[in-house]
């Protein structure tokens, strides 16, 4: 119950207050830090920037306007960029999402804006907002924008893209008409007034368009307003177009890296709707203390503690920012009042030299099970400061009052149970299965949210120098890597038990049985119970059920069962089975997933226990692949799923090794846009091609690419590519031998493709090349040159932008078919 009231209650508070949705972790700022903030906080003016994915924010303009013109600055990103490439790892579709939101929260801790999204799932690229909101729900998407402005309140909203094709993608275009619509609507009552419950209606002063110059496409013009943003901080010892380098950086899983700009720089800026800013963005804007009833005595004491504040002596400035705190608490309830109080509040913290975290003892913890927690403080201020009260969930007031010593370093350990209620570590967004495009969120005051509210904190309640504070603190874990040192983790709320497949797609080309391993592991001590396989109509298992029985936490043991098909592969076929775990008399369908990336914290989810069972009618000649491995695919890990022996190949393979031993070798995606070493050794493929061996080359980006030298015919590569995954698809020669050996190709091979058909197609290819498929989106010319065959001396050359690596893994038939038949020669 105290779980449940108190995330009803923090979630309508930082509704109420216009904050972001996270418990704040213990200010770490140093004297130029605080100055900043103290300089913030004379400052009553609000930014929010609007575009489709992470990485279209414009990261200087945002740490200027956080940072120099100390406006609250937010970026609505409508998508997680689910739809996108993974050059640091194999992570596609929700799982990249959730890369991409750490990556965005990693930059909007450099440059200070705050980050939120909407319910739109980045489906892929999109040519036009049509298609756009044929799969995306305008209404709902456009509803959590109106949201986000009207909890957001921005005095000025500023869009990445025009509202037409300059925007260069559907998704970039259906931004900007959206910001348009949501503009007005936001400060109409009539429209989504079930939000009215807990915001209110909001009109921004102006929306404008931050026009950009981006490659053939330029549009600033001399008479748009503009800004330089390329000023430097001395407080913070960097120009913005350094810390807007480091930013942007860290959009690592996009190879994003960039160098930092120093000196002028402009932005320019188109008027949408409202008037046109002459002197500043926020023109027409009161950004003071008066914009508020009783705001001019707040003023006086800002002003009083800016002028007086010392750097060497921050804790001076405390009495004047509890008279501050005390002024503001006297005012109406209101946004600005709420934003304010707790800008206040975390400098008292940061002058008073206040350091709180709360931890477990434990990465995990499960419902209903014990826990240790530990709470740490010290007051190295010498502010006379007292420890009244600390709630932990489930569990008040486990410590008696106490003063907090000066520099005294204090801390309270307490075992508790972990409350029953308490809801597992899965994303919010990903908790509900979801059409394409749109996710479920059941919950409206989660809308907006980078990521799930902590659900475990710490309450500890203080005095200082006799004012009453409460400070919320997460639960995390804490613990020493021997090279890393000290390290943060979120604390992940799991299942007693999860249980974790190796594969997420098992291909069945016959009726023989194949072993199903199922790795059970203990998230508490003490689990056992009974685990089965819940099978879909088709396939048999010879194991009703098998026992388990694990003794501690973190002991795993790994059981077979043996699923069949009833009959044999004449047909495709797709369905899902899931592992069921009895515990306790529960059932239990989780496994545990972890994303580990030393540029983000930790991610842990718990994904259904789940895979796919594919029959498919499948003949492969050959058995030994060679594997360049590319940009994060898991194509090599299909192809071994139907028996093929899969090895990785590096330098000494290529260069010294015997490539004639391979009956085909591929290259993973993106390998010559990411691998400097593919120039040195793309003239040893070209001698195996010539030999007699087949190459699968997987697609590239048009640039960078470290050789143009891709095949041993002349072509280079476009951005042509088809979106729609069931555009039609025609055979340029249907007695093309590649489409019936060793499987006969047929137009039903190309159904239940996801995402796209396949992207960056080549262009300018030789006559030397034969062209196999014929596509084309709707309203579009054909495209013919989406693979392309060539024999070259004794063997083939295949280029292919088809997107294998989303389909093989996703265990669609027919591309497994196809592709078995492009690296499949007749001898």
Partial sequence: ??????????????????????????????????????????????????????????????????????????????????????????????????????????ARRIDGAEQFFTRAQDFGFSKNPTETFTIWDKEKILGDVVWMIRKFQPDVIICRFPADSRAGHGHHTASAMLAAEAYTAAADPKRYPEQLKYVKAWQAKRLLWNTFNFGSTNTISNDQFKLDVGAFNYLLGRGYGEIAAESRSQHKSQGFGVSAGRGSSYEYFATIKGDTPEEGLLDGVNTGWSRIPGGNAVETLVNKVIQSYKMEDPAASVPTLLEIRKTIQALPEGYWRNLKLKETEQLIYACAGLWVEAYSASPTVVPGYNMEATVQLINRGRLKVTLQQIDLPGKNNIVPSQELSFNKFTSISNTLQVPANTPESQPYWLSESHPLGTYIIKDPLLVGNPENIPALQAQIRLKIEGQDFVLNRPLQYKYTDPVKGELYEPL????????????????????????????????????????????????????????????????EVELRFNISPVKAATANYVDTFTVVMNCNGKDYTQGIQQIRYDHIPVITLF??????????????????????????????????????????????????????????????????????????????????????GTLLIQY?????????????????????????????????????PVLHYPNNITAGDFNGWVQERGLYYPVNVDKSYNKLFSMHDKGESPLDNSTIIATYGKGRYVYTGLSFFRQLPAGVPGAYRLFVNLISEKK
Avoid: C
């Fill in 1 to 106: 119950m105290f779980l449940r009231i108190y995330t009803v209650l923090a979630l309508f508070l930082l509704v109420v207050a216009g904050l972001p949705a996270m418990a704040q972790p213990s200010p770490v700022w140093n004297a130029a830090d605080i100055k900043l903030q103290l300089n913030k906080l004379d400052t009553l003016g609000s930014v929010l920037y609007l575009a489709a994915h992470p990485d279209d924010e414009n990261t200087r303009l945002l740490a200027y306007l956080a940072k120099e013109k100390l406006y609250r600055t937010g970026y609505l990103s409508l998508t997680r960029g689910d739809g996108g490439q993974n050059l640091v790892g194999n992570e596609q579709s929700e799982l990249l999402g959730l890369v991409r939101t750490q990556e965005l929260l990693a």
């Fill in 492 to 555: 992940a709320i799991a299942p007693p038990v999860t249980g974790d497949l190796n594969n997420q797609v098992y291909i069945f080309t016959d009726n023989k049985p194949q072993a199903i391993p199922v790795k059970l592991q203990a998230m508490a001590d003490g689990v056992h119970g009974t685990v089965r396989l819940q099978l879909p109509t088709g396939f048999r298992v010879e194991e009703t059920s098998l026992p388990y029985q694990l003794a501690k936490k973190g002991d």
């Fill in 607 to 692: 994904p259904p226990a789940a895979a796919r069972l594919v029959t498919v009618d499948l003949k492969h000649n050959g058995n030994k692949l060679g594997y360049i491995p590319g940009a994060g695919d898991m194509v090599a890990a299909s192809l071994r799923q139907v028996g093929y022996d899969v090895t990785e190949l590096g330098e000494k393979d290529i260069m010294g090794g015997h490539l004639e031993q391979y009956d085909a070798i591929i290259t993973g995606v993106r390998a010559y846009n990411i691998n400097p070493r593919m120039k040195y050794w793309q003239p040893h493929l070209m001698q195996y091609v010539s030999n007699g």
């Fill in 700 to 736: 590239n980006v048009s640039s960078p690419l470290v050789t143009s030298d891709l095949g041993p015919f002349p072509f280079s590569l476009s951005r042509d590519r088809v979106t729609d995954e069931n555009a039609a698809v025609t055979f340029i020669d249907p007695k093309d």
